[in-house]
């Protein structure tokens, strides 16, 4: 059967663990024909304190649209403006990003929840899998790069999907549990889902 998720909740909270600490509070807002997805998140990592903000709006099937993120650090403020065509193509800051052709999804190292914007689009059935490559962004700086990803849909347990993510770049693969709004709520080593 393909993923079927009922509608999000309009707030969610994780606590980033393992690789920082932290915290991250969203909330989720649908509109005519789009969701807007405002979070803050708040973070110590390797000693270093940053706060990221960001306001991601997507399509109803959960395609990005586009992105606005702030970043807050002892090096500095940043701010990053990403726009996606809808079919691959992105502009960041105003300039074609030729290196992200391909690209559906964006994905914030400072989130846990754009985790759920790949799980959404992709509709997968239970054993299949797809890759999901995305603009990167990471935090504090808000450099933007391009990451491979890999999502496959493991077997449920009535109430949570399982998925197993895999970002060679960064050597990591996990199972993501998924509550039943398709929102992580077990990030292994990264965050836990806590509202």
Known sequence: M?????????TAAWRHRDARVGFE?????????DYC??????????GKAWAVDYVIRLSESWLTRSAWVK?????????LTLEANGSGGWIVDGSPVPELDGCLDVDLESSALTNALPVHRLGLEVG?????????VR?????????????????????RQRY????????????????????????PGLAIRIA
């Open 2 to 10: 393909a993923t079927i998720f009922s509608d999000p909740p309009r």
């Open 25 to 33: 509070v969203v909330l989720l807002r649908l509109s005519d024909d």
């Open 37 to 46: 997805v405002e979070g803050h998140t708040v973070a110590v990592e390797d």
């Open 71 to 79: 970043g807050h650090s002892a090096t500095g403020r940043r701010e």
């Open 128 to 136: 299949e899998g797809a890759n999901a490559p995305a603009a990167y």
């Open 139 to 159: 935090a504090p700086d808000l450099t933007v790069e391009r990451l491979e990803q890999r999502y496959v849909r493991g077997p449920d347990d009535g109430r």
């Open 164 to 187: 197993h993510y895999a970002a060679p770049a960064f050597e990591f693969d996990a199972d993501l549990l998924y509550d039943q709004a398709g929102l992580v709520i077990d990030y």
